[in-house]
């Protein structure tokens, strides 16, 4: 279960006194009657996923590992971000499994575009599109080059290399797998992208990287029950929540998302658009953005220690390290560095994080939220992507904002297609 601290918050509000409001989104969220409601599938998706089809996803993984080099996902936003960031937090950075994973479809660069079919045309290749529509415009783009590309290298043998993630009965990449004759997984009709993560959307990435998806589904269940109760003294995810909207009441209009790992970059950005498209609207909303410390205490360090008090930050901890080392003696000591000699890096780490919380609070007058899960297992991701699901729908309904639509996304589109030409 993940823990959650907000001694270093400087709450000027007691927590506990929202329970009733707390109390009535929880019961609008079980009945299924707050806004959104018919986006609410993630709620229960642990017990209620179709077992065959998580079935079928294990056996295509172990057939695309067999035949590829390079598994390309193609998809933007919630058809990438979440997968990415399980596979970088659970694997590490470099980690040395076949096949590797390569994203595109995220971008109009060309110059990414270019490299990445350079990259791949002497490999083997398999290719996940993901679009619940099959009319997002970077995803197309994407996948007509990729098509084509696997067309010329394996002919006939394509369609049994690309794997198609969308609507289970309409739009136009349905209609092309169809046609094709791709093997085609199912985007929930009641679960919106930026939560689909723990469906074959992101299920299909993480399986091929080696990664036990029965672990991420188990912390997931477990985190039903764990972060299921209205009782803020039992839900970790309400009392976050709650939190959040406490801060900015006191005029914290912006959280920093703050972690220690590296291999936890992408969770920030996965956690980016789950906070920001779900409740930056209306007029309303926290802006999110994030810092790698201690690598960026190099660079935003002295706007959060030292600049106009605009943000709070909220800290994930992470308890065991996937992997840690030992500091070595040098005899010479020409760096004056055997202070530290036979210590662990991630004892240093975890100092560093240590007096960062101490300069930022109490130097610094910055509110901090501290998050700590155990590990970065996939149990671990399962676990934290119901927490921070739950957190988020409730504080965003605590707005009085609908969390799972983005009117706003829809109005870069419209100027773009006008200005491309579309008809």
Same mark, same amino acid.
């Given at each position: 279960m993940i823990q959650l601290d907000l001694q270093h918050a400087h709450l000027k509000e007691d927590v506990k006194a929202y329970q009733e409001q707390v109390h009535q989104i929880d019961e609008s969220l079980r009945m299924k009657t707050c806004k959104g409601n018919d986006f609410i599938g993630w709620m229960t998706w642990a017990n209620d996923y179709d077992k065959e089809e998580f079935a079928r996803i294990k056996t295509c993984a172990q057939k695309i590992q067999n035949d590829s080099d390079v598994f390309v996902i193609c998809g933007i936003g919630g058809s990438y971000l979440g997968a990415r960031a399980a596979i970088e937090m659970i694997n590490g950075l470099y980690a040395q499994k076949k096949p590797e994973i390569i994203f595109m479809g995220n971008t109009f660069s060309s110059s990414y575009i270019a490299q990445v079919m350079d990259y791949i045309k002497d490999k083997e290749v398999s290719v996940n599109v993901i679009s619940k529509s099959g009319t997002t415009t970077e995803t197309s783009i994407a996948f007509r080059i990729l098509k084509q590309f696997m067309e010329g290298k394996y002919g006939e043998d394509a369609k049994h290399r690309i794997y198609a993630t969308t609507d289970k009965a309409r739009g136009t990449l349905k209609a092309l797998a169809d046609k094709e004759g791709y093997e085609t997984f199912v985007i929930p009709d009641d679960i919106g992208g930026r939560f689909s993560v723990i469906t074959p959307v992101g299920l299909l990435p993480i399986a091929v990287a080696g990664i036990d998806i029965d672990e991420i589904m188990k912390g997931l269940h477990d985190g039903m029950g764990e972060y299921g109760d209205?009782?803020?003294?039992?839900?970790?995810?309400?009392?976050?929540?709650?939190?959040?909207?406490?801060?900015?009441? /006191?005029?914290?209009? %912006?959280?920093?998302?703050?972690?220690?790992?590296?291999? &936890?970059?992408?969770?920030?950005?996965?956690?980016?658009?789950?906070?920001?498209?779900?409740?930056?609207?209306?007029?309303?909303?926290?802006?999110?953005?994030?810092v790698c410390n201690s690598t960026d205490l190099h660079s935003l360090g002295q706007f959060v220690q030292d600049g106009k008090k605009v943000l709070f930050e909220t800290n994930l901890y992470v308890e065991k390290p996937m992997i840690d080392l030992t500091f070595p003696s040098d005899d010479e000591n020409l760096d004056n560095m055997n202070y530290l000699a036979g210590k662990s890096i991630d004892w240093v780490n975890k100092m560093a994080a240590k007096g960062t919380l101490q300069a930022h609070? /109490?130097?610094?007058? %910055?509110?901090?939220?501290?998050?700590?899960?155990?590990? &970065?297992?996939?149990?671990?991701f399962g676990n934290m992507c119901m927490f921070y699901f739950k957190a988020i729908a409730m504080t965003t309904l605590m707005n009085d904002s609908n969390p799972f639509n983005q009117p706003g996304v829809e109005v870069y589109k419209k100027n773009m297609f006008k200005l491309l030409g579309k008809e």
């Open positions: 209205a009782d803020l003294d039992k839900n970790p995810a309400y009392r976050y929540a709650v939190a959040r909207r406490i801060l900015q009441n /006191e005029g914290y209009d %912006v959280e920093l998302f703050v972690n220690y790992e590296m291999q &936890m970059q992408m969770i920030a950005e996965w956690w980016k658009q789950l906070f920001g498209e779900s409740e930056g609207k209306d007029g309303k909303g926290i802006l999110p953005d994030s609070e /109490e130097t610094g007058g %910055v509110p901090n939220i501290i998050i700590t899960m155990p590990d &970065m297992s996939a149990y671990s």
